[in-house]
Nanobody, 127 residues
Framework: QAQPVESGGGLVQAGGSLRLSCAAS????????MGWFRQAPGKEREFVATISLSAGITYYGNSVQGRFMISRDSAKNMVYLQMNDLKPEDTAVYYC????????????????????WGQGTQVTVSS
């Protein structure tokens, strides 16, 4: 079964930056919007960002707006998450997933509207 593969996580100090990558090859992903979520221990999965098929439309969660940037390179079947000014509260496992279909704008933040989840990559931000 097709599955995205995330990479780029690690340990970084507060104020630092990381760039996450999501390899999402094949027709399973190339015709869909893609998104990033994160989940910290004991917390629900939280929406981070989503990007449209054409990469022309991006949307961010309130907690990362202005610090994170999502992008995609369709020719390489890659989706990226540039994370700047990282904070300890950004510590989580970050997941890449395919957005199936949305009926309302709020669907973009709903993890149940996504499928084909990757295994995740751990991001740890020290204070």
């Amino acid at each position: 079964q097709a599955q995205p593969v995330e990479s780029g996580g690690g340990l970084v100090q507060a104020g630092g930056s990381l760039r996450l990558s999501c390899a999402a090859s094949g027709r399973t992903f190339s015709s869909y919007a893609m998104g990033w979520f994160r989940q910290a221990p004991g917390k629900e999965r939280e929406f981070v960002a989503t990007i449209s098929l054409s990469a022309g439309i991006t949307y961010y969660g309130n907690s990362v707006q202005g610090r994170f940037m999502i992008s995609r390179d369709s020719a390489k079947n890659m989706v990226y998450l540039q994370m700047n000014d990282l904070k300890p509260e950004d510590t989580a496992v970050y997941y890449c997933a395919r957005l199936k279909v949305i009926s309302t704008a709020s669907d973009r933040e709903n993890p149940y509207k996504y499928d084909y989840w990757g295994q995740g990559t751990q991001v740890t931000v020290s204070s």
